[in-house]
């Protein structure tokens, strides 16, 4: 199955600021996707992104909150803008490999202070 | 639409114990379900995943699953119980209508405690 690197694990920014999440997979992957889990929550689905295309966002989520980046088959960044405490999450970037194997990164927990 | 429903919050066993967690799914056509397992300030691990063939199916861990047509149910299953399984564990259906972009859709999740 597809290793996937996120970065950073956690950080704590000042509201107003922007943070992005890198995203590194160890294969190609045509399928990449973008997921919040909010403290105490499931997870729920931001965007997904194909390289050579825009991303696809979910309904509530949109583009200029979450800008993302998907340059090649290997490599994705999510932004998140204009922090505020309500954003606090871990974010956590998968991947689609063969047969169905959905792979995830270990999270980015964010917290907006 | 596609969903998975946990119906336990929580779900406390003795080590040593068999555990089930439970999920129940709505899905149109023959869903494709999976277990995810994650343990604090760490990601999701993968257990298991149903796609065709056999009703039981077998992942890591120990961990067991058995896909339920008739009950529309995928619980998760372990014969012996670990202090160590004590953990957050999400099932998942993948989401076959949404423009073909295979996304997964995940069930609130189930605080496992397993006790000394």
């Known amino acids: 199955s597809a290793v996937i690197s996120q970065k950073p694990s956690r950080d704590i920014c000042q509201r107003g600021t922007s943070l992005t999440i890198q995203c590194q997979v160890d294969s190609q992957v045509t399928m990449m996707f973008w997921y919040r889990q909010q403290p105490g929550q499931s997870l729920t689905l931001i965007a997904t992104a194909n390289q050579g295309s825009e991303a696809t966002y979910e309904s509530g989520f949109v583009i200029d909150k979450f800008p993302i980046s998907r340059p090649n088959l290997t490599f994705s960044t999510l932004t998140v803008s204009n922090m505020s405490p309500e954003d606090s999450s871990i974010y956590l970037c998968?991947?689609?490999?063969?047969?169905?194997?959905?792979?995830f990164g270990s999270g980015t927990r964010l917290t907006v202070v | 639409a596609q969903s998975v429903a946990q119906p336990e919050d929580q779900v406390n066993v003795a080590e040593g114990n068999p555990l089930t967690v439970k999920c129940t799914y709505s899905?149109?056509?023959?869903?494709?379900l999976f277990w995810y397992v994650q343990y604090p300030n760490r990601g999701l691990q993968f257990l298991l995943k149903y796609i065709t063939g056999d009703n039981l199916v077998k992942g890591s861990y120990g961990f067991e699953a058995e896909f339920n047509k008739s009950q529309t149910s995928f619980h998760l299953k372990k014969p012996s119980a670990l202090v160590s399984d004590s953990a957050l564990y999400f099932c998942a259906v993948r989401d076959m209508f949404s423009g073909g972009y295979n996304k997964l859709i995940f069930g609130a999740g189930t605080r496992l405690a397993v006790h000394p």
């Open positions: 998968s991947v689609l490999a063969e047969n169905y194997g959905y792979t």
């Open positions: 899905v149109s056509g023959n869903p494709y």
